[in-house]
T-cell receptor
Framework: SQQGEEDPQALSIQEGENATMNCSYK?????LQWYRQNSGRGLVHLIL?????REKHSGRLRVTLDTSKKSSSLLITASRAADTASYFC??????????FGKGITLSVRP | KAGVTQTPRYLIKTRGQQVTLSCSPI?????VSWYQQTPGQGLQFLFE???????NKGNFPGRFSGRQFSNSRSEMNVSTLELGDSALYLC???????????FGPGTRLTVL
């Protein structure tokens, strides 16, 4: 069953613009992670935010977590064509498995 | 360190056959998880092994099984293949199971 639900399902932006993706989940979590996948290949881990954290940065990525609303957002600043990919949020319920959302398709136009 | 490797990368089978997929985790990682990815159902957790023991299992029929060896390498087996088993099968490793997962490139299984 899906735990995370990303929003929007698809996003198309111009290079240089910021991209914001949202994720909502249903149950208590240990942490929430964001992954990127290019063209049906393996997933690449982007960032992890623990349940007791509210915001985290990594390079051009900024992730926020609101446990009271059970939601997270991923912001990619100054997007590049190479950021074109599918992005997934995944929740870790502290039972050694990740539950993924359906993903967001991001297209960055040069 | 070498990344997670999966073999084979592509596989074509016919209904009723069985298949074995292999995953070699990053050196030092003791947890290996398997996921199935399809366009309709997305990414779904199959099972997780830690130190040769299945520690967690997703909602898949018994036709899906796995094991882990003493060197942490893992295999998953699907018996009596069905058309709906066509998917990208992803393996991920981590040091202890929680936190960041490192994914392999996947095995693309097509069932005809």
């Amino acid at each position: 069953s899906q735990q995370g639900e990303e929003d929007p399902q698809a996003l198309s932006i111009q290079e240089g613009e910021n991209a914001t993706m949202n994720c909502s989940y249903k149950t208590s979590i240990n942490n929430l992670q964001w992954y990127r996948q290019n063209s049906g290949r393996g997933l690449v881990h982007l960032i992890l935010i623990r349940s007791n954290e509210r915001e985290k940065h990594s390079g051009r990525l900024r992730v926020t977590l609101d446990t009271s609303k059970k939601s997270s957002s991923l912001l990619i600043t100054a997007s590049r064509a190479a950021d074109t990919a599918s992005y997934f949020c995944a929740t870790d319920e502290a039972n050694s498995k990740l539950t993924f959302g359906k993903g967001i398709t991001l297209s960055v136009r040069p | 360190k070498a990344g997670v490797t999966q073999t084979p990368r592509y596989l074509i089978k016919t209904r009723g056959q069985q298949v074995t997929l292999s995953c070699s985790p990053i050196s030092g990682h003791r947890s290996v998880s398997w996921y199935q990815q399809t366009p309709g159902q997305g990414l779904q957790f199959l099972f997780e092994y830690f130190s040769e023991t299945q520690r967690n299992k997703g909602n898949f029929p018994g036709r899906f099984s796995g094991r882990q060896f003493s060197n942490s390498r893992s295999e998953m087996n699907v018996s009596t293949l069905e058309l709906g088993d066509s998917a990208l099968y992803l393996c991920a490793s981590s040091q202890s199971g929680g936190g960041e997962q490192f994914f392999g490139p996947g095995t693309r299984l097509t069932v005809l």
